[in-house]
């Protein structure tokens, strides 16, 4: 029986190459598992800067509107202290209230109307007497229209007033034009009279040249002859201008200023200042006393302002003449203008009173060329009115309407007594 070989050395073998190789492997995997050493490599952090934005529109339009608009002008301040004007104090006692009873047609419901009237009567022989309350709160006036205005032909509202809309720049209602006051003391007045404190500005109320500005009004002839001096005007300035009225010539006179800002012979175009109201004068109160002069330049040549002076808008102007039983205008009669519809007195005024003090057999202050009135009230808001009189202590009334820019006229008369009719069969008879 054959001999069996010994395989188990070989098997052992085997086995030990098998785990030698396994180990072996196992480590190579091992290191190629862990790899390289990492490295660290610090670098500067730069701080991010963010992404700009665009501008929005609106930032882009205003800058362009700023780039393009007209820098503000920066006005030279004075650097001395200002003094405001002030005007003397009025006496309490002089307010004249005026009820209802006393205005002929007032309603019974009409509020008293305040008559604020001078506090001394004028210094006799003297030319012009002025009058002036104080201002104290004023507000803007209606603003007037734009001259020179004809919307009715017979118009002339050529001239601008010459104190501004925050100022009176209307005459006393209590001392008008041709009146001689309240209480027929004073002398007739030939102008309109704005009370305002010293300073206020006085304008030119048209273009024209300057012929007179100086203290004590002198009217010269060509010669050098002094014809008129009317010293009680004290600064004074007149305005010879550049149009006329039917080939007269126009002037216009501003008086009692405390300052003159223009010179004889100067250029001035209307609303130029030409200077600043005041006391200077005979006056019992700081004002501006305006006057228009038609045809020369003369004291008795003058011409109711109300009738030559722009209106305010909305407003008109009622003139008209006073007529007495023997057919004549009637001097002196008391006007009383009075709302239809509320029944209320809205202005008053008087006719003119007719002198003569330079004995040339006329009067010195002058109806208008066109209305021949004797009487004439301005800045009459529009609407229907009645303009009331007495003549002879009879009531006369008649009713009007009032529209913007114009000049409504009326003529108040007593009626004319009516003719009995005879009848036919007493005529037979």
């Given at each position: 029986m054959p001999l069996k070989k010994n395989t188990q050395p070989r098997n052992l073998q085997g086995i030990a190459l098998i785990l030698v190789l396994a180990i072996a492997v196992g480590l190579l995997l091992m290191r190629?598992?862990?790899?390289?050493?990492?490295?660290?490599?610090?670098?500067?952090?730069?701080?991010?800067?963010?992404?700009?934005?665009?501008?929005?529109?609106?930032?882009?339009?205003?800058?362009?509107?700023?780039?393009?608009?007209?820098?503000?002008?920066?006005?030279?301040?004075?650097?001395?202290?200002?003094?405001?004007?002030?005007?003397?104090p009025i006496n309490p006692a002089a307010p004249v209230i005026l009820e209802p009873g006393q205005l002929e047609g007032a309603a019974?419901?009409?509020?008293?109307?305040?008559?604020?009237?001078?506090?001394?009567a004028a210094a006799p022989g003297s030319l012009e007497v002025v009058s002036a309350a104080g201002r104290g709160e004023v507000s803007w006036q209606p603003p007037p229209m734009i001259g020179p205005i004809s919307v009715d032909p017979r118009d002339h509202y050529w001239f601008a007033r010459p104190v501004d809309s925050d100022a009176v720049n209307y005459g006393l209602f209590y001392y008008?034009?041709?009146?001689?006051?309240?209480?027929?003391?004073?002398?007739?007045?030939?102008?309109?009279?704005?009370?305002?404190?010293?300073?206020?500005?006085v304008r030119a109320a048209g273009p024209g040249t300057v012929v007179w500005a100086a203290n004590g009004f002198r009217v010269e002839q060509p010669d050098g002859t002094v014809t008129e001096t009317t010293y009680s005007y004290g600064n004074t300035v007149l305005i010879?201008?550049?149009?006329?009225?039917?080939?007269?010539?126009?002037?216009?006179?501003?008086?009692?200023?405390?300052?003159?800002?223009?010179?004889?012979?100067?250029?001035v175009e209307t609303g130029d200042i030409i200077g600043l109201v005041g006391d200077t004068g005979v006056v019992t109160g700081s004002h501006v006393h305006f006057e228009v002069r038609l045809g020369q330049n003369s004291y008795y040549a003058v011409h109711n302002p109300i009738l030559w002076m722009v209106p305010y808008a909305g407003h008109g102007t009622i003139a008209g003449r006073v007529i007495g039983p023997d057919g004549d205008v009637l001097?002196?009669?008391?006007?009383?203008?009075?709302?239809?519809?509320?029944?209320?007195?809205?202005?008053?005024?008087?006719?003119?009173?007719r002198q003569d003090i330079n004995r040339d057999h006329k009067p010195d202050i002058n109806f208008d060329p066109v209305w021949n009135e004797n009487f004439a009230v301005g800045d009459i808001p529009e609407g229907r009115y009645q303009v009331v009189t007495r003549i002879d202590g009879v009531r006369v009334s008649r009713t009007v309407d009032v529209h913007e820019g114009t000049t409504t006229f009326v003529e108040l008369a007593l009626p004319h007594e009516a003719t009995p009719e005879v009848p036919p069969q007493a005529e037979a008879s």
């Amino acid at each position: 029986m054959p001999l069996k070989k010994n395989t188990q050395p070989r098997n052992l073998q085997g086995i030990a190459l098998i785990l030698v190789l396994a180990i072996a492997v196992g480590l190579l995997l091992m290191r190629q598992g862990q790899g390289a050493p990492a490295l660290t490599v610090s670098l500067p952090v730069a701080q991010a800067s963010p992404t700009p934005q665009p501008p929005s529109w609106q930032d882009v339009l205003q800058q362009q509107v700023l780039a393009n608009a007209t820098p503000v002008p920066q006005p030279l301040l004075p650097t001395d202290d200002h003094t405001p004007p002030t005007l003397a104090p009025i006496n309490p006692a002089a307010p004249v209230i005026l009820e209802p009873g006393q205005l002929e047609g007032a309603a019974a419901t009409t509020a008293p109307l305040a008559l604020t009237t001078r506090q001394e009567a004028a210094a006799p022989g003297s030319l012009e007497v002025v009058s002036a309350a104080g201002r104290g709160e004023v507000s803007w006036q209606p603003p007037p229209m734009i001259g020179p205005i004809s919307v009715d032909p017979r118009d002339h509202y050529w001239f601008a007033r010459p104190v501004d809309s925050d100022a009176v720049n209307y005459g006393l209602f209590y001392y008008s034009f041709g009146s001689d006051g309240p209480d027929d003391l004073w002398r007739v007045h030939h102008g309109l009279d704005m009370p305002n404190p010293i300073g206020e500005s006085v304008r030119a109320a048209g273009p024209g040249t300057v012929v007179w500005a100086a203290n004590g009004f002198r009217v010269e002839q060509p010669d050098g002859t002094v014809t008129e001096t009317t010293y009680s005007y004290g600064n004074t300035v007149l305005i010879e201008h550049d149009f006329g009225y039917r080939g007269m010539r126009l002037f216009t006179l501003y008086a009692h200023l405390s300052s003159i800002l223009v010179t004889r012979g100067q250029r001035v175009e209307t609303g130029d200042i030409i200077g600043l109201v005041g006391d200077t004068g005979v006056v019992t109160g700081s004002h501006v006393h305006f006057e228009v002069r038609l045809g020369q330049n003369s004291y008795y040549a003058v011409h109711n302002p109300i009738l030559w002076m722009v209106p305010y808008a909305g407003h008109g102007t009622i003139a008209g003449r006073v007529i007495g039983p023997d057919g004549d205008v009637l001097d002196d009669a008391d006007i009383s203008i009075i709302d239809r519809a509320t029944g209320r007195v809205v202005r008053t005024g008087a006719a003119y009173v007719r002198q003569d003090i330079n004995r040339d057999h006329k009067p010195d202050i002058n109806f208008d060329p066109v209305w021949n009135e004797n009487f004439a009230v301005g800045d009459i808001p529009e609407g229907r009115y009645q303009v009331v009189t007495r003549i002879d202590g009879v009531r006369v009334s008649r009713t009007v309407d009032v529209h913007e820019g114009t000049t409504t006229f009326v003529e108040l008369a007593l009626p004319h007594e009516a003719t009995p009719e005879v009848p036919p069969q007493a005529e037979a008879s």
